[in-house]
């Protein structure tokens, strides 16, 4: 960061606006590549001025981190709605039930957060802009996607579903086999909701393969 980054406050602005710059931007840095934007056609693209871009983010690097973690922000919210709806305590009480709302929970995940238009961009935006974003290197976002998702597995861990000492750990393992494969398969097949469910699947059963406890489902 910059000395003249450090001073300058940035703008909050308003809600509708920076949506719109966000919004404008997400979609021209994976059109045109992040060096090829102008701060100038993120200001057409999202009808305001461009003195209004660079209140609200002071400069690219900043409105390029901005779009990451405005899809980081809509991610975690939804993985905490699909934790509270697939693995609550109340809906996995026997192995039975963790092998399928473990599926399950994988399958839904797959389907919404995978298929986001704003997650898609952002994963690509991080993976050809990563040494120029070294704020994201233990990024609270990151942190936070991980302790949702090692807290559920703590608690079916707790109640003798899983045999998981390190839940952040297994959390991680879960990611692996699941969301991160899915990452790295090309675009075309990304595109693909079946071969998406495919990997889905496949990563939670591996994943209850190594973590279910003994005498537990792992399907």
């Not at 910059?2 to 949506?19: C, I, N, W, Y």
């Not at 509270?84 to 305590?89: E, K, P, S, V, Y």
């Not at 297994?170 to 595109?191: C, S």
Request: aromatic share 4%.
């Amino acid at each position: 960061m910059t000395e003249l980054q450090e001073r300058k406050p940035l703008r909050e602005g308003q809600a509708h606006k920076r949506a719109a710059i966000l919004t404008a931007a997400r979609t021209l840095f994976v059109e045109s590549g992040v060096e090829r934007t102008s701060m100038d056609a993120v200001a057409a693209r999202a009808g305001v001025s461009k003195r209004t871009v660079y209140d609200y983010y002071g400069d690219k690097h900043r409105l390029l981190l901005g779009v990451i973690e405005d899809a980081g922000e809509s991610a975690l919210t939804t993985l905490r709605e699909l934790v509270d709806r697939h693995l609550a305590d109340d809906a996995v009480t026997t192995p039975a039930d963790l092998g399928a709302a473990t599926e399950a929970f994988a399958v839904a995940l797959g389907r919404v957060l995978l298929r986001a238009t704003d997650y898609r961009a952002a994963a690509r935006l991080i993976a050809e802009n990563e040494p120029l974003l070294p704020e994201l290197v233990d990024h609270p976002l990151e942190q936070a996607h991980d302790q949702v998702l090692a807290e559920a597995l703590g608690r079916l861990a707790a109640r003798g579903l899983l045999d998981a000492d390190d839940p952040l750990l297994a959390a991680a393992h879960f990611q692996a086999l699941t969301i991160l494969r899915v990452l790295n398969e090309p675009p075309r097949r990304r595109a693909d909701a079946a071969h998406v469910e495919r990997i889905m699947t496949d990563g939670a059963r591996a994943f209850l393969r190594a973590y279910a406890a003994r005498g537990g489902s792992s399907r």
